[in-house]
């Protein structure tokens, strides 16, 4: 019985999130075309790109620990959440070659107001969140 726990856990950890799975945990976007006209329809302040890579432990960290964490969800309150793979067109158009790489957009310019790489602790991750809120261009 040990030695099937232990073989569990050692396969847990090899099969690292995929942006796939990143977003169903995260009930999250794929798409970032379909999350911008989301936010412009919803009247949301901004949409969150979180890039992510298959097999990266600091990525899965930031969605299971970061993105999960109650108060940082509460002030992604106004924010449509989309992930995608470094491996995709949007990840190469914003240049993103560490991962995970945050990517603060406002939806009507469609533009990146704030950036942040690497993995960020909840604390720290809300600075990053309200840095991103006062960049965002008053209507």
Do not use: R
């Not at 847990?12 to 942006?19: D, G, R, S």
């Not at 949409?47 to 097999?55: M, P």
């Not at 310019?109 to 809300?126: D, M, Q």
């Amino acid at each position: 019985m040990k030695i099937l726990i232990l073989s569990l856990l050692i396969i847990c950890n090899v099969m690292a999130i995929t942006a796939k799975d990143a977003a169903w945990v995260l009930n999250a976007q794929t798409d970032l075309h379909k999350a911008l006209k989301q936010a412009k329809q919803e009247k949301k302040e901004m949409v969150l790109l979180l890039v992510v890579k298959d097999g990266c432990e600091w990525c899965e960290k930031m969605v299971h620990e970061t993105m999960k964490n109650p108060n940082v969800k509460n002030a992604l309150i106004d924010t449509v959440v989309v992930i995608i793979d470094n491996k995709s067109d949007h990840a190469k158009k914003y240049k993103t070659t560490l991962t995970p790489s945050v990517f603060f957009i406002d939806p009507k310019t469609e533009k990146s107001i704030y950036t942040h790489v690497g993995y960020e602790k909840a604390g720290s991750f809300l600075i990053s969140i309200i840095n991103a809120k006062d960049n965002i261009e008053p209507e």
